[in-house]
């Protein structure tokens, strides 16, 4: 591949969208798998709905719409939305995200994020991760103003790096962003964690690994 630098998606893909609920588990008790899958469902419904209805609000205050919602739901007490919140700024990553980041550097190659998160919420969630030091760019849909998979989202780095869209590799775990990205012209690479089903959506990808250390043998 005429690879000339790595974007990832951040949530689901570097970073465990789950970990917050995962870590107030013993509050939430055994449904709270359940109710981390459903704050992430509507989470994305909302990005894509206000899209649609050119009704921009940051993804930060999607997030904590999503959650009111997400917790009316599942019953959850309503003291526990700061702590949810505080913990979704500081996701974890997946276990072998930093030393993948690392080994990619060592080539030399361009990496970033592209995200629908705001850049404080990037910066934050990269920092308090000790990754900051590995991403040359943290590209954030606020440039536009509309949520992926927009293709104005992923123009971005196509503009910043000054590069051709099919010069660059994305990765993402949803399978929608993946098809957004190659229908755009990237080589969108799907991190399958979880033994899904791709989505029809015009564009499968050539390469899918199940996790980011498969990519190290293909760039």
């Known amino acids: 591949m005429n690879t000339k630098a790595i974007v990832f998606d951040a949530y689901g893909t570097l970073f465990d969208v789950n970990s917050a609920a995962e870590k107030c588990k013993s509050k939430i008790g055994n449904k ?46 309503k003291g526990m939305k ?10 974890s990553p997946y276990p072998e995200v930093k030393k993948v980041l690392e080994n990619l550097k060592d080539k030399k190659l361009k990496l970033a ?31 536009v103003k509309v949520f992926k998979p927009d293709s104005r989202v992923y123009e971005i780095p196509v503009k910043k790096y000054n590069i051709n869209a099919n010069e660059i590799t994305f990765l993402s775990a949803n399978t929608w962003d993946v098809s957004g ?31 980011l250390t498969q990519l190290l043998d293909i760039v």
């Open 32 to 77: 709270w798998e359940a109710f981390a899958n459903y704050w992430r469902t509507t989470q994305l419904e909302y990005t894509w709905l206000r899209s649609l209805m050119k009704k921009h609000k940051n993804f930060w205050e999607i997030t904590e719409d999503s959650l009111d919602k997400s917790m009316k739901v599942f019953n959850i007490d």
């Open 113 to 143: 994020i592209l995200s629908n998160g705001t850049p404080s919420l990037l910066n934050e969630l990269v920092s308090s991760n000790n990754l900051k030091n590995l991403f040359d760019d943290l590209f954030s849909i606020e440039e």
């Open 181 to 211: 990205g190659g229908n755009f012209g990237y080589n969108s690479i799907w991190v399958n964690r979880n033994n899904s089903h791709f989505d029809i959506l015009d564009y499968q990808p050539k390469n899918e690994v199940d996790n």
């Open 82 to 91: 700061n702590e949810l919140l505080k913990l979704y700024k500081v996701l």
